[in-house]
């Protein structure tokens, strides 16, 4: 996979000193896959869910939400929430 603004996540996940080896971890992880469907993606990420159109990672106390083109092999990098700001809608 293809990961667009991934330094635009490593800027908002920086704020977060607790979860920087974790993004980088998901980072190794996705560029390497080659996943086909929601399905595939939660084969390494259980909790993985769609809302919409986007599909949500739960990464320590965080939400990271992206958009996965499974046709071109590419994530788009959205937000970058605390569970607390995903909840309220922020």
Known sequence: MHII???????????????????????????????QNLEEVRTVYRDAEAVGNLTVFNIKSYRLIVSIDYESQTVYYKYFLTHADYDKGV
């Open 5 to 35: 603004a991934i330094r635009n996540l490593r800027s908002d996940a920086a704020k977060y000193s607790d979860v920087s080896k974790k993004i980088e971890a998901w980072y190794q992880v996705v560029k390497q896959a080659s996943w």
